[in-house]
């Protein structure tokens, strides 16, 4: 074999090298991901289980016919740092505890798995990314956070 031909071979070698780390490093990524699912997967048929509310029965008000409550329960800017860092897991059980709409809870796991995902800046940062959450709403999960 001449030179340039095993060098070819050397840097085809090289190349496979590279690509076999790299598709370990994604199957390892791709279990994770599915450790979590798995996780996640009871607290969610707790969560549908428990929850047998109509969502079609509450319609939301206007803006400007809802009254602001403060929130007792928890500091905003806390509130969103749970959302932003807690294991999907525990997010997911503490916004059940608050009494957060299914609906609302899957949207925010929905937004947190994205490879994207920007952390929430504000309130109204998390109300406009999340379908389905009004600020009421967010104001009553915020108060029986715990």
Same mark, same amino acid.
């Given at each position: ?5 095993? @060098? ?13 780390? !790299?598709? &370990?490093? %994604?199957i390892e990524?791709?279990? $994770?991901? &599915?450790?979590? /699912? @798995? *996780?996640? $997967? ?6 549908? $289980? ?7 029965? !509450?319609?939301? #008000?206007?803006?400007?016919?809802? #009254? $602001?409550?403060?929130? *007792?329960?928890?500091?905003? +800017? ?6 932003? @860092? %807690?294991?999907?897991?525990? %997010?997911?059980?503490? =916004? ?8 609302? /809870? ?6 947190? #798995?994205?490879?994207?995902? +920007?952390?929430? @800046?504000? +309130?109204?940062? =998390? ?18 956070w715990?």
């Amino acid at each position: 074999m001449n030179d340039r031909a095993k @060098t070819s071979v050397d840097t085809l070698r090289d190349r496979f090298d590279a690509l076999d780390s !790299s598709l &370990k490093v %994604l199957i390892e990524a791709v279990n $994770q991901v &599915k450790n979590e /699912i @798995t *996780a996640l $997967q009871p607290s969610l048929e707790s969560l549908s $289980q428990s929850e047998s509310v109509d969502e079609t029965e !509450s319609v939301e #008000k206007p803006v400007s016919e809802k #009254k $602001q409550e403060p929130s *007792a329960g928890v500091k905003p +800017q806390a509130f969103l740092e749970a959302v932003n @860092t %807690l294991p999907i897991p525990e %997010l997911t059980e503490k =916004l059940n505890s608050a009494n957060a709409k299914r609906n609302v /809870i899957k949207n925010i796991v929905l937004e947190r #798995k994205k490879l994207n995902f +920007q952390a929430f @800046t504000s +309130q109204e940062d =998390l109300v406009t990314r999340i379908k389905g959450l009004a600020q009421y709403s967010l104001d009553k999960i915020m108060k029986v956070w715990s």
